[in-house]
């Protein structure tokens, strides 16, 4: 078996945490090229990938349409390819938003931005230029990002919140289960307190791949029309077809007020009813605000590529296949649950130390997953990816399962 880490890949590893944050590395692999479902790392190593790059490429690498794109924007004829994109107009804002929209709730707006965290900072500033600076109200392990407003939102690992102040917050409990005693919990909230809005994720993906219960879901949905306040959901790592549908949402058969969208998008989007459109302009902007021309183009494309390749079909195909199979080995070695829709799918282990056993046993055998909670690992491969694959990562994770002496 070829040593994982290489030697090249060690060195730089080492050489990169003097001088860098060591931030949220998983493992010590160092990015050279990929193509299709597998990286290939400076070593010259290739591993299966099950994470997408966290869900930000969702067509896997060097897929052709999007070289081509990449391509046609380093040609000379193209010298600005990044803009103060809320300040300055360009065909390719123009284009992702429409394409956006079109998949999208009918009667909506879209304001770009640079990521995930940022489309949800904007989507409680619209809610709170509608509402006022009220109370917000999120879901106990949801992860809407590490800048201060969104991480006053944010409730998936102490680490990420310590010390840092906080915008007024009440915190219900996420149920995935239709019979939770605390499913009703925000109704008294909502009576009690006046409130800016109700944030959520539908499928918590930092806070360990749970999927939300569908009678929470449309108890949520049925308080924000009554009580008047917007429902923002969070689409950041399950929007764009890893579900299987467009947007996780749509599997309840409920629509959000707001949506914040990033990762597959290549660029961050808050999507909201026309009826939330801020009255002045200037309200919202930022200079590199869905500024990078070749982000909104790629943006564009894969969009394109989704709808043109039945991916949606493939997510949910595959993911069932997929779900089914580890279902069928929960219960041996410390795995406990087997969650998700689509390719987005929960393992949950007894305990963290199991987990992080086979995280790190299978990026050396060449398969990347990623960590998920406090003992879950999440499951994520690209759009594209084909039975194949799908079951040759599947048996690496089994037997990797089984393989486990306690």
């Not at 060591?22 to 479902?37: E, W």
């Not at 390719?92 to 009667?107: C, G, T």
């Amino acid at each position: 078996m070829t040593n994982i880490p290489g030697p090249k890949s060690r060195k730089l590893v080492d050489e990169f945490k003097n001088i860098t944050y060591d931030s949220t590395f998983t493992y010590p692999l160092v990015f050279k090229t990929g193509r299709g479902c597998v990286i290939e790392d400076i070593d010259g190593i290739e591993f299966l990938d099950f994470t997408s790059n966290i869900g930000s490429c969702p067509l896997g690498y060097s897929y052709p349409d999007i070289l081509d794109v990449i391509k046609e924007y380093s040609s000379s004829e193209r010298g600005v390819h990044k803009i103060a994109g809320q300040d300055f107009y360009c065909e390719e804002h123009f284009d992702i938003a429409s394409k956006l929209l079109s998949i999208s709730k009918k009667n909506s707006k879209v304001f770009f931005i640079n990521s995930g965290a940022e489309a949800v900072e904007n989507a409680i500033k619209i809610a709170y230029k509608k509402m006022g600076p009220l109370i917000g109200i999120s879901c106990n392990g949801d992860f809407h990002g590490r800048t201060l407003g969104a991480l006053s939102f944010t409730m998936s690992k102490e680490i990420q919140k310590t010390n840092f102040p906080e915008l007024p917050v009440k915190r219900i409990k996420f149920c995935t289960s239709d019979s939770d005693p605390e499913i009703n919990q925000l109704e008294s909230l909502i009576k009690e307190y006046k409130v800016a809005f109700i944030i959520t994720e539908i499928i918590q993906g930092e806070g360990g791949l749970n999927v939300a219960s569908k009678l929470f879901i449309h108890h949520i949905r049925k308080l924000a029309d009554e009580y008047k306040v917007p429902l923002i959901f969070d689409e950041v790592q399950s929007g764009m077809g890893r579900t299987g549908k467009w947007w996780a949402y749509e599997h309840y058969g409920i629509e959000p007020d707001i949506m914040t969208v990033a990762k597959a998008l290549q660029v961050g989007a808050t999507v909201y009813d026309k009826g939330y459109d801020p009255p002045e302009p200037g309200v919202l902007s930022s200079t590199w605000g869905g500024g990078s021309r070749i982000d909104m183009a790629i943006g564009t494309k894969i969009i394109e590529i989704i709808l043109k390749n039945n991916l949606l079909s493939n997510s949910q195909k595959i993911g069932d296949v997929l779900l089914k199979n580890f279902v069928d080995i929960v219960g041996i070695n410390g795995l406990i649950d087997a969650r998700g829709i689509g390719l987005m799918i929960g393992l949950e282990f007894d305990t963290k130390v199991t987990r992080d056993f086979i995280v790190n046993s299978l990026f050396k055998k060449g398969l990347l997953i990623l960590p998920a909670g406090m003992k879950s690992i999440r499951i994520m491969p690209p759009l594209i990816i084909n039975e194949e694959e799908a079951m040759k990562g599947f048996s690496l994770i089994s037997d990797t399962i089984h393989e486990y002496n306690k």
